[in-house]
């Protein structure tokens, strides 16, 4: 860390079990299977609030809680946008992404991985 200029990071974890199944893996469709998923937000800043703090961690785990919670004890394929998208890990960081930069445009999300 540069002691002049400091980055500081945020990370946020969620857990939730979901079923899948790739539309076409390796040219046909993948058996339903489920997985106990973590997907991970990370935001960075430069600069802290008054109260030493970048973003109201609580709004943020809130979010990605209630995003989180759609999937949970869900089969994806069923879930718009995956009722359409294969549902593969790279489209789910993709979609947690997307959906947390917009619910949070005053905290801005710089990464997401999701792990199966």
């Keep these: 860390m540069n002691e002049e200029n400091p980055t500081y990071t945020l990370?946020?974890?969620?857990?939730?079990?979901?079923?899948?199944?790739?539309?076409?893996?390796?040219?046909?469709?993948?058996?339903?299977?489920?997985?106990s998923w973590r997907v991970e937000a990370v935001l960075e800043t430069d600069t802290l609030g008054d109260e030493g703090m970048a973003y109201d961690f609580v709004e943020i785990k809130s979010a990605l809680r209630e995003l989180a919670?759609?999937?949970?004890?869900?089969?994806?394929?069923?879930?718009?946008?995956f009722d359409v998208l294969s549902p593969t890990t790279e489209h789910l960081a993709r979609f947690f992404?997307?959906?947390?930069?917009?619910r949070l445009p005053d905290a801005p999300v710089v990464a997401v991985t999701v792990w199966e």
């Design 11 to 35: 990370r946020v974890v969620e857990r939730f079990e979901a079923a899948h199944a790739l539309r076409s893996y390796k040219g046909a469709p993948e058996p339903v299977h489920g997985h």
């Design 97 to 102: 992404f997307q959906e947390l930069s917009a």
């Design 69 to 81: 919670g759609r999937f949970h004890h869900a089969d994806i394929n069923a879930v718009p946008p």
